[in-house]
Nanobody
Framework: QLQLVESGGGLVQPGGSLTLSCATS????????VGWFRQAPGREREAISC????????YYADSVKGRFTISRDNAKNMVYLQMNSLKPNYPALYFC????WGPGSDWSVAREYDYWGQGTQVTVSS
């Protein structure tokens, strides 16, 4: 069972930056596509970004293109989400998720992912 742990969330002002981390200690993330999703209370889970398992191709939701960057460090079993120019938004939990040999046919579909972390809270507010 792959266990994922997110960190790096917090309160940030609009226009600011945060870097989220997704880590696992038991197994390598090399063979997994890793996606980032966010969910605010009472709202649908929203796909943000994904990095593939095979060639490190990256995918982004239109709402974050040009502002967010996903990357991975396989030696450290870490995946990062650098978030710049953050916009005011509902407080949300940001989750990382892993898909073995993914992504599948649609990186943005939550059910494609087999393992999920517990999330880290991000609030963008002045």
């Amino acid at each position: 069972q792959l266990q994922l742990v997110e960190s790096g969330g917090g309160l940030v002002q609009p226009g600011g930056s945060l870097t989220l981390s997704c880590a696992t200690s038991q197994y390598t993330l090399d063979y997994y596509a890793v996606g980032w999703f966010r969910q605010a209370p009472g709202r649908e889970r929203e796909a943000i970004s994904c990095i593939s398992s095979t060639d490190d191709s990256t995918y982004y939701a239109d709402s974050v293109k040009g502002r967010f960057t996903i990357s991975r460090d396989n030696a450290k079993n870490m995946v990062y989400l650098q978030m710049n120019s953050l916009k005011p938004n509902y407080p949300a939990l940001y989750f990382c998720a892993a898909d073995l040999w993914g992504p599948g046919s649609d990186w943005s579909v939550a059910r494609e992912y087999d393992y999920w972390g517990q999330g880290t809270q991000v609030t963008v507010s002045s």
